[in-house]
């Protein structure tokens, strides 16, 4: 029997390749496929991530993944980019959820819980191929041994387009507090990796209900280099997404990047008597992105 899901509007944004998507999304609702009441309050912030992993007891594993595939049978609402994240492939459940996705049109990624190599990955994108070839794959960084890979996870294959700080998991795996300076180790590798391939560095989400808290750790985390957060309740996101939306200075500065990168036509783009790197049009791309995005919100308002 299908599930009906509600469906949730979102203003248009730009068609950009889905990595720069999803470089753009700012905050993530990651909410139980077991509770799709909960879809709509995506709606606050840019994706969602609909789990099919540790959010859900073993007993739901099923009506969760039914309950998912009918939502991503769903059209797809403009602006909103839809993740599910799967178990891990090295179990049934996880083998269970790759292959329903050949039979309904899938999300934009599918997230690798507890990532372990790029050979993971390479066995996810296999299983995807066919139908589900434009999916992306966003593999998620939180054991130990992954943290020192995850440059070697972030290239293992072309449709790798972010990856996931799951700060809870790794905590427990190193043994360590999970608070914010606790894994800036962590965070600092999964921000590098990801630039060196254009790709999102997406943030653990802020497990206390702390308002206060979550500003401070988002903050330092966009600072370092995080392009967005998770989050587990849905009054989180538009505190995140403010913290992670470019000041209008930045929006300034990143359409005069894209002015001289226009104008040098083949020749090296300069401004303010400075050369133009290619991680400055790239993250210009990025601000100029999300400024449309915050724009067309308020003009839907």
Not at 36 to 44: H, V
Not at 50 to 79: I, N
Not at 85 to 90: A, C, E, F, G, T
Not at 240 to 269: K, Y
Request: with cysteine; charged share 20%.
């Amino acid at each position: 029997m299908s599930v009906q899901t509600p469906a949730i509007p979102c203003p248009a944004v730009p068609e950009l390749p889905l990595p720069s998507q999803l470089r753009a999304c700012r905050s993530f609702l990651l909410t139980p496929g077991s509770r799709p009441e909960r879809f709509p309050g995506a709606r606050k912030g840019d994706a969602i991530i609909v789990d099919l992993e540790s959010t859900v007891a073993p007993a739901d594993k099923g009506r969760a993944r039914t309950t998912a595939l009918a939502f991503f049978r769903q059209p797809r609402e403009q602006g909103l980019l839809r993740i599910l994240r799967i178990n891990s492939p090295r179990t049934v459940e996880g083998l269970h959820d790759l292959l329903a996705l050949h039979e309904v049109g899938g999300p934009d990624a599918v997230i690798i819980p507890k990532c372990a190599s790029a050979d993971e990955v390479g066995l996810v994108a296999d299983i995807l191929e066919g139908p589900s070839s434009a999916v992306g794959i966003v593999p998620m960084v939180e054991l130990a041994r992954a943290v020192f890979v995850a440059d070697q996870i972030a290239s293992a294959h072309e449709r790798v387009c972010g990856l996931f700080l799951g700060g809870g998991d790794l905590a427990a795996d190193l043994g360590a507090e999970g608070s914010w300076e606790n894994l800036l180790f962590a965070r600092s590798r999964v921000v590098a990796a990801a630039a060196t391939r254009g790709l999102a560095a997406i943030d653990v989400p802020y497990f206390k209900a702390d308002e206060g808290g979550l500003r401070q750790e988002a903050a330092a985390s966009r600072k370092l280099g995080m392009t967005g957060k998770a989050a587990l309740h849905a009054e989180q996101l538009p505190a995140i997404s403010a913290l992670f939306t470019p000041s209008p200075e930045a929006v300034t500065h990143a359409r005069a990047v894209m002015a001289a990168r226009a104008a040098a036509g083949t020749s090296t783009p300069v401004l303010n008597g400075h050369v133009v790197e290619p991680a400055m049009v790239r993250e210009a791309e990025r601000v100029l992105a999300i400024a449309d995005r915050t724009r067309q919100m308020l003009a839907s308002a």
